[in-house]
């Protein structure tokens, strides 16, 4: 988890930092297998400007992880129309499909599904 924090404030201070997301997203699809924060430093960045939703859309359809799916979920916490929670929602539920989902992710998107029924 430090080396995450010492390698977002590196990112920061470089000329274009949002060309690093879709990097971020590649570490996320190679590493599903961990739980990385909470939302963790990676997140925080990622989300820290609203310019990310397709990368994040691309990234579960490639390999859902524990993190995308959060961000989907927060997403579809937020959003103001039943439309786009929907479209949120549809892809969490869609992930634990994937053929390429681990057990892991599939338990976090079953509680994220769970938690928008109630």
């Given amino acids: 988890m430090i080396e995450m924090y010492e390698l977002t404030d590196l990112i920061r201070t470089m000329d274009t930092p ?3 997301v879709p990097y971020l997203f590649s570490w996320f699809e190679t590493n599903s297998e961990y739980i990385t924060g909470s939302p963790g430093p990676f997140v925080h960045f990622i989300e820290s400007q609203d310019d990310y939703q397709t990368m994040l859309i691309q990234s579960i359809g490639r390999k859902p992880s524990d993190a995308t799916l959060a961000m989907a979920n927060r997403l579809a916490n937020y959003v103001e129309s039943d439309e786009e929670k929907q479209i949120w929602i549809g892809l969490i539920e869609a992930s634990i499909e994937h ?11 079953n509680l994220f599904i769970e938690h928008h029924k109630n």
């Fill in 18 to 20: 949002r060309s690093i």
């Fill in 99 to 109: 053929p390429d989902c681990n057990e892991l992710v599939r338990e976090s998107a």
